[in-house]
């Protein structure tokens, strides 16, 4: 005789509604924090030669994590004359022997992936399975991938026997603080450069843990230098004479002040800058697929992605449905605290970047748009936003121009696949897009059409070291990742 199928039977009203235990990982897994820190520079912890420290706090705490050194220009000078002494033996080393200091770090890296996850929710407020499942594994593969290419580079299509430009200063966010940080030092040290570099001002704990890292590994001092501070610890280290490669990524505001800074100094230079995607949903499009797609594509790490799907542009027919469906799956998401493994959407960053949110929130609904966010409790303490949609949103609402880089989405319709395309180039950014439909031939069109550095197809937001990144416009130029992300450290 068949069972009874209970859940068929009953009532959808009557069917019990199952909560969530708290899973909290443990902060005390992020290992002992040091009151205060200063700056790595050949291979040793060293003290500031300014007295001036800044303090990293817990975004969903507000408490304060650690206090660390302003660098300055005399800092800057100390870690990339360590830089520039540690280049001869590093460059003239065989690529085989370079991929085994990446290897051997990569494989710290995986051992150490729940310390450095842990550390990095805490400091940055994103959601610990985001730390653990996506960042980590990414960083390590990051570092094997370009351990790899190492001893191959006269077969990478940049001709015989390509050279390191020198050293190699880097400056990164705080959105992804340790994947950044990868991003910029693999291929640099893979391909004979050393690096000076300096995290973000709110985010500078897992940089730090890193130089542990090098450390561990057996790096040849001044390889890898790490100088703490906030923009004027950036701007000095980008001036300065003896780098010969800048790379940043962060506002486009700072890229512009750094391409103006540069030129004419013949140093190389990339860019990878803000964004504000569209994420294109046609008539034939899999509902519940693209649901989740749209989710990911802006809710993923507060929507603090610069490659975010802030722009949602839904074909008319099909708007309705997808919006219901949307918002029951909104409903769904938990926001709170970032150390609980059933958390969706943790802490906005700072202060400063929930007050940005708050008022271009607000500059929303002041011009039309129509407000909606899930009912759900925020913590007391910490920097909290809710998940929200506009929609009735025109092309010339600031919400459907202006980087959020908050869990804040626009919804725009179209009617045609070229309006589509029209309204998504409609843009000063153009670092990525995602195309929502089962027929390959119009991924395909509209694909070739979009002016977006990465154009996803029924996914989003999926990384891959072997995939080159970058965009178009003010998104910024030159590629990480992949083979064409060698490129910007050689001398080609």
């Known amino acids: 005789m068949a069972k009874k199928n209970v859940a068929k039977d009953v009532p959808a009203a009557a069917r019990p509604v199952f909560e969530y235990a708290p899973a909290p990982e443990s902060p005390a897994a992020a290992g002992e924090l040091a009151t205060s820190y200063g700056h790595f520079i050949g291979g040793e912890f060293v003290d500031s030669s300014g007295s001036e420290a800044l303090k990293t706090v817990n975004p969903a705490t507000e408490q304060v994590l650690a206090e660390f050194a302003q660098g300055t220009e005399e800092d800057v000078d100390r870690a990339v004359a360590a830089a520039r002494a540690a280049f001869a033996d590093w460059s003239a080393l065989p690529g085989s022997e370079r991929a085994k200091y990446l290897f051997r770090i990569a494989r710290i890296v995986q051992e150490r992936s729940r310390e450095l996850a842990v550390l990095e929710s805490i400091d940055n407020g994103k959601p610990i399975k985001e730390t653990r499942d996506v960042d980590l594994p990414l960083v390590a593969a990051h ?19 390509p050279k390191p430009l020198g050293v190699a200063g880097q400056v990164i966010p705080w959105n992804f603080p340790l994947l950044m940080l990868a991003w910029k030092i693999a291929p640099a040290l893979a391909t004979g450069n050393t690096v000076v570099l300096k995290p973000a001002e709110t985010t500078p704990l897992t940089a730090l843990r890193f130089a542990e890292i090098c450390r561990q590994a057996g790096l040849p001092k001044g390889v890898v230098n ?5 923009g004027r610890t950036g701007a000095a280290l980008t001036a300065h004479p003896d780098v010969s490669k800048v790379a ?5 505001a700072v890229g512009r002040a750094i391409a103006k800074q540069l030129a004419g100094s013949r140093k190389k230079l990339s860019l990878e800058l803000g964004g504000k995607a569209a994420n294109i949903v046609f008539d034939d499009a899999p509902i519940d697929q693209a649901v989740e797609g749209i989710v990911n594509g802006i809710f993923f790490n507060q929507g603090h992605v610069c490659c975010a799907g802030s722009r949602l542009l839904v074909q008319e027919s099909v708007q309705d449905e997808l919006l219901d469906a949307l918002k029951r799956r909104m409903a769904t998401l938990r926001v709170g605290d970032p150390l609980d493994k059933n958390t969706d959407v943790g802490a906005i960053n700072s202060a400063a970047q929930l007050a940005r949110i708050t008022e271009l929130a607000a500059a929303g609904e002041a011009e039309g748009a129509e407000r909606w966010a899930p009912a759900c409790e925020l913590p007391a303490a910490g920097y909290w936003f809710r998940p929200t949609l506009f929609t009735g949103v025109s092309q010339a609402h600031r919400i459907a121009r202006e980087e959020i880089f908050g869990p804040v989405l626009s919804v725009l319709t179209f009617r045609t696949p070229a309006e589509a395309v029209e309204k998504a180039n409609n843009t000063q950014y153009g670092l990525s897009a995602g195309i929502w439909t089962e027929k390959g031939s119009r991924i395909l069109w509209t694909a070739d059409r979009l002016r977006a550095g990465v154009v996803w197809a029924n996914t989003f937001n999926k990384f891959d070291p072997t995939s080159p990144f970058g965009g178009y416009k003010e998104s910024g130029y030159g590629r990480e990742g992949g083979r064409h992300g060698l490129e910007a450290y050689l001398d080609v």
């Open 143 to 161: 570092f094997f991938y370009y351990a790899g290419w190492a001893d191959k580079l006269d077969f990478a299509g940049f001709g015989p026997n």
């Open 226 to 230: 790490i100088v703490t501070g906030d």
């Open 248 to 252: 940043f990524t962060g506002s486009t």
